[in-house]
């Protein structure tokens, strides 16, 4: 039996960064949503657990046998081993969330063939902040590191968005380190399609300065007729939301020939 899940790419529709903390991490407000696209896991059952990983951004992973997934099959209980097979479709440290959807493809995998166990949120935790809302990867809130989850409905479910990156990887801690540490209040209530437009992403500017080609991206966004035009996470992938699938794939038609080189994702939210 062969089990394929997909890692659905994570976008953060608002990112409110209001504290360093004393542990060295940050007190966030974010709003998690899901592309209904992203990196592919295969699995068969086996004596050990063994990943391979190949597509078009496998290269970046430096050391397969040290990634998350490995990670994620070591965190759960399993009887016997799991063969997986990683197709690498998103860039690597990007703000997608990329190797945290795929620790998440994993606990559903061995939720289908053994259930989780009962810390399975803990277990996540540890492997990243934003692993535990990967797990489900739906839309929901999260607070202190992002690991505190609040469940909300999507009404911006089916929405057509479109991804890009200008395939320049960026540091989760070095765009937090360039962050100025004000505090520019608190995330919305609201819809997520309310929170979405009324909220912001604190880490744009300090991503800006470590990488410009982000400022790059966003005002070629924001030229389309993408109701809403941000960066996701740390960056640099950035996402333009749009009311239908035609207008987003002209936007990428046009986007993909003006800018060749940069990497780009089509799909709808989850």
């Known amino acids: 039996m062969t089990l394929v899940e997909t890692a659905y790419a994570k976008i953060n529709l608002a990112l409110h960064v209001r504290r360093r903390r004393e542990d060295g991490y940050h007190e966030l407000e974010t709003l998690f949503a899901f592309v209904d696209s992203g990196d ?5 059952r086996a004596e050990l657990d063994t990943v391979r990983t190949f597509g078009e951004f496998a290269v970046q992973l430096t050391d397969p046998f040290d990634n998350i997934v490995a990670k994620a099959l070591s965190a759960l209980p399993h009887s016997g081993g799991l063969d997986v097979d990683l197709k690498k479709n998103l860039p690597v440290a990007a703000g997608l969330g990329g190797g945290s959807a795929d620790a998440g493809a994993i606990f ?7 259930g989780l166990p009962g810390d399975w949120r803990d277990r996540a935790a540890k492997l990243g902040a934003d692993v535990p809302a990967c797990v489900r990867s739906v839309a929901c809130i999260g607070r202190g ?12 479910a089916g929405a057509a968005v479109l991804l890009v990156n200008p395939r320049q990887p960026l540091s989760t801690g070095q765009v937090f380190a360039a962050w100025d540490g004000v505090d ?6 609201g819809t997520v399609e309310e929170i979405a437009v009324g909220g912001r992403n604190d880490l744009e500017a300090a991503a800006i300065s470590c990488c410009p080609d982000v400022a790059d991206v966003l005002e070629t966004l924001r030229e389309t007729e993408a109701f809403l035009a941000r960066m996701s996470g740390s960056g640099a992938t950035c996402f333009a939301l749009f009311r239908s699938d035609d207008v987003m794939r002209k936007a990428a038609k046009k986007l ?3 800018h060749p080189r940069w990497w780009q994702m089509q799909g709808s939210l989850r």
Do not use: C, F, K, Y
């Open 40 to 44: 592919v896991l295969t699995a068969r």
């Open 108 to 114: 559903r995998i061995i939720e289908q063939w053994h």
């Open 145 to 156: 590191t992002g690991t505190d989850l609040e469940p909300i409905a999507n009404d911006l």
């Open 184 to 189: 520019r209040g608190p995330m919305p209530s």
């Open 256 to 258: 993909s020939i003006a």
